[in-house]
């Protein structure tokens, strides 16, 4: 079946980096449109950011700026770089895949603490 794997979270000092990556199999991966979500304890999970099969992106305001999402398609992987990170974007990220189906990572921690 359809897998999407997350890597790259961690704890993360306020002010740092860390670059998410989502490993899918399965799929005819150029065709579908890439997203990260996040969800924080006791909140909705919220788009942070996506691209479409043609390297059209979206970022949410809180993270304009700061989050960049890419994809290689050679290797099916979709990328989140995360600078400037602050301790509210501390959530898990989930990696989402939509072509008239969708399909969810398991997800992936990111602490920012000091």
């Known amino acids: 079946q359809v897998q999407l794997v997350e890597s790259g979270g961690g704890l993360v000092q306020p002010g740092g980096s860390l670059r998410l990556s989502c490993a899918a199999s399965?799929?005819?991966?150029?065709?579908?449109?890439m997203g990260w979500y996040r969800q924080a304890p006791g909140k909705q999970r919220d788009l942070v950011a996506s691209?479409?099969?043609?390297?059209?992106?979206y970022h949410a305001d809180s993270v304009k700026g700061r989050f960049t999402i890419s994809r290689d398609n050679a290797k099916s992987t979709v990328y989140l770089q995360m600078n400037s990170l602050k301790p509210e974007d501390t959530a898990v990220y989930y990696c989402?895949?939509?072509?008239?189906?969708?399909?969810w990572g398991q997800g992936t921690q990111v602490t920012v603490s000091s």
């Open positions: 989402h895949a939509e072509f008239v189906n969708e399909y």
């Open positions: 399965r799929i005819n991966f150029s065709i579908f449109t």
């Open positions: 691209i479409t099969s043609g390297d059209f992106t």
